[in-house]
């Protein structure tokens, strides 16, 4: 609040990016990341003539580059920027690339800070009609200052259906609009789990409570995506779902959430 009543300070566009689109969660552990992997990899599917890139600002606990199925070092460009890495056709950047991938990230807030900046500011997309940024679960300074610092054309925000998450995310639909960030809609993740077996349906985290926070909040629900086996799977072997098995019923899920975006 105390930066806030400060007022918002001039947005600087990402250079060459025409759109952000920011996938955010208020807590840990929801699908935020798997969210926007296959988000990026639906809108480039949903219209191959669209170049996107993907952002892993989430630096205490980068999850794209094994979702992305990438590592190494980016080179520098002539000018000095990092040049991002190239899987699937979608361009990509995270800490994770920065930081060798054993070592704990202890950080002091203004390190935090320099590395965000570092990855908003110093990396050569080239020309890219959308960008996705992967945010740090919750809504302290750190997606306070990202949010006021680029101009972005919405945030996805991803909950499970549980009491506890949906808090969270209430909490970080509130920071997004004080901020002026259109939120575009919420992701409820991991609603329905069908036994493979036996088909039987059980609602694991709830059934419908994203669809209630929307109604309370007036937003859409962009999606349902539910809890399966092969996202999980996919994700950690870094075959994301809609790259892998597109006509899968849970990659169709994303397609569709991507062309609400
Ligand atoms: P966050 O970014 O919110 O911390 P992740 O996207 O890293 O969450 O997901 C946490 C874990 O849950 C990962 O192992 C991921 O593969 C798994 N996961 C996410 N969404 C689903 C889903 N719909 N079904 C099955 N597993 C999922």
Redesign the pocket.
């Known amino acids: 609040t105390q930066i806030l009543s400060r007022g918002l300070p001039k947005q600087k566009p990402i250079r060459g990016v025409k759109q952000v689109i920011v996938v955010a ?1 208020g ?11 296959n988000l990026a990899l639906a809108l480039a599917a949903n219209d191959s003539s669209k170049a996107i890139g993907l952002l892993d600002v ?1 630096v205490y ?1 980068p ?1 794209i580059p094994k ?1 992305m199925n990438l590592k190494g070092n980016p080179e520098l460009s002539q000018n000095n920027l990092m040049r991002p890495l190239l899987n699937y056709g979608i361009a990509c950047m995270s800490m994770g690339f920065l930081v060798v991938e054993t070592a704990p990230i202890v950080w002091r807030g203004l390190m935090v800070m320099s590395a965000i900046e570092k990855l908003l500011r110093q990396v050569d997309w080239g020309q890219l009609d959308y960008l996705v940024i ?1 945010m740090p ?1 919750g809504t302290g300074d750190v997606q306070l200052s990202i949010s006021q610092n680029i101009p972005i054309s919405g945030a996805v925000i ?1 909950s499970t259906p549980q009491d506890i998450a949906l808090m969270d995310a209430h909490k970080g639909a509130e920071m997004f609009r004080k901020v002026h960030v259109p939120v575009l809609g919420l992701v409820q ?2 609603s329905v789990f069908q036994c493979p077996k036996c088909k039987h349906r059980t609602h694991i985290f709830g059934a419908d409570g994203a669809r209630r926070l929307a109604r309370t909040l007036g937003l859409d629900v962009l999606g349902d ?12 072997t870094g075959q994301p779902i809609v790259f892998s098995q597109p006509e899968s019923d ?1 990659a169709k899920a994303y397609l569709r959430i991507a062309a609400e975006v």
């Open positions: 969660s807590k840990g552990g929801v699908g935020k990341s798997t969210t926007a992997v989430d606990g999850s979702m992967d679960p991803v993740n991991m995506i539910p809890l399966h086996l092969n996202i999980r799977e996919t994700s950690d849970e």
